[in-house]
């Protein structure tokens, strides 16, 4: 089984930044369940504290299960 992480930390991404693509504990499940819907990914795990944010995924297919990572990205952050 292939495991794949994207995350930004206070080293890679300013405090603008990390705050748009944190996921507060009361919404995690929200998130988790549109995630793990997602094509090409077989499960996952998101890990989000106050000076990182890291999602794991299990692809199916590599780069459909990190594509789909971007674009779940991009609509959290707006």
């Avoid at 495991?3 to 991404?13: D, K, L, S």
């Avoid at 549109?34 to 944010?53: E, H, M, Y």
Wanted: hydrophobic residues 40%; proline residues 5%; contains cysteine.
């Amino acid at each position: 089984m292939l495991i794949a992480v994207i995350g930004v930390n206070h080293r890679t991404a300013p405090l603008e930044v990390r705050e748009k693509l944190s996921f507060p504990e009361y919404n995690i499940t929200q998130w988790l369940t549109k995630l793990q819907a997602l094509p090409g990914i077989d499960g996952c795990a998101i890990l989000s504290t106050c000076n990182r944010t890291e999602i794991y995924i299990a692809p199916v297919e590599l780069d459909t299960g990190m594509s789909s990572v971007w674009g779940f990205l991009a609509e959290k952050s707006g």
